[in-house]
T-cell receptor, first 112, second 112 residues
Framework: SQTIHQWPATLVQPVGSPLSLECTVEGTSNPNLYWYRQAAGRGLQLLFY??????ISSEVPQNLSASRPQDRQFILSSKKLLLSDSGFYLC???????????FGQGTRLTVV | SQQGEEDPQALSIQEGENATMNCSYK?????LQWYRQNSGRGLVHLIL?????REKHSGRLRVTLDTSKKSSSLLITASRAADTASYFCATDIIQGAQKLVFGQGTRLTINP
């Protein structure tokens, strides 16, 4: 069966430090992969999505970047975190248009 | 900007009552999905309705779609305390690659 792993569950990082969040999918091939950020009590903001290895689309200009080095691995990074990068980060995958999305359990990032 | 807008932002009802949440969107879509999120967790898919469908049922859930008004509604009948969660609509927009864009969500509280 398909599963999605996202870690860590919580992270506290100082301003100016780097960030690397990893998401991996098992049990499927060539998924579409997504990174979302959710502010407290708010909706999901689409940050990046990828339809294949090395193919990254960015939705909003920001302090973050994403990479897809392998088919089922999606990484969210930052060279220097800002306070405004705090939030709940969610990774998701689908098998394409018109298919449901499966979400990881999320990473709560607090930048201090 | 967000594609979907849910209303109300928050809804509080008594157990056993029906809960109705609405979603409006801006651009043409392939399909519309509804998701549920328990506090601090990932989202779970509830139901998908395609652009050529008008109504769909799944257990106690009923979803309608009006593409002429660019709106959808989610009805939960005979609500239970366990239905307390945030509910989001998501649209799979036609233009561009396979983005899945979420609204701001409705926070539903079922009072026992």
């Amino acid at each position: 069966s398909q599963t999605i792993h996202q870690w860590p569950a919580t992270l506290v990082q100082p301003v100016g430090s780097p960030l690397s969040l990893e998401c991996t999918v098992e049990g499927t091939s060539n998924p579409n992969l997504y990174w979302y950020r959710q502010a407290a009590g708010r909706g999901l903001q689409l940050l990046f999505y990828s339809v294949g290895i090395g193919q990254i689309s960015s939705e909003v200009p920001q302090n973050l970047s994403a990479s897809r080095p392998q088919d089922r691995q999606f990484i969210l990074s930052s060279k220097k975190l800002l306070l405004s990068d705090s939030g709940f980060y969610l990774c998701a995958w689908t098998l394409g248009s018109g298919r449901q999305a499966f979400f990881g359990q999320g990473t709560r990032l607090t930048v201090v | 900007s967000q594609q979907g807008e849910e209303d109300p932002q928050a809804l509080s009802i008594q157990e056993g009552e029906n809960a109705t949440m609405n979603c409006s969107y801006k651009t043409s879509i392939n399909n519309l999905q509804w998701y549920r999120q328990n506090s601090g967790r990932g989202l779970v898919h509830l139901i998908l309705i395609r652009s050529n469908e008008r109504e769909k049922h799944s257990g106690r859930l009923r979803v309608t779609l009006d593409t002429s008004k660019k709106s959808s509604s989610l009805l939960i009948t005979a609500s239970r305390a366990a239905d307390t969660a945030s509910y989001f609509c998501a649209t799979d927009i036609i233009q561009g690659a396979q983005k899945l864009v979420f609204g701001q969500g409705t926070r539903l509280t079922i009072n026992p």
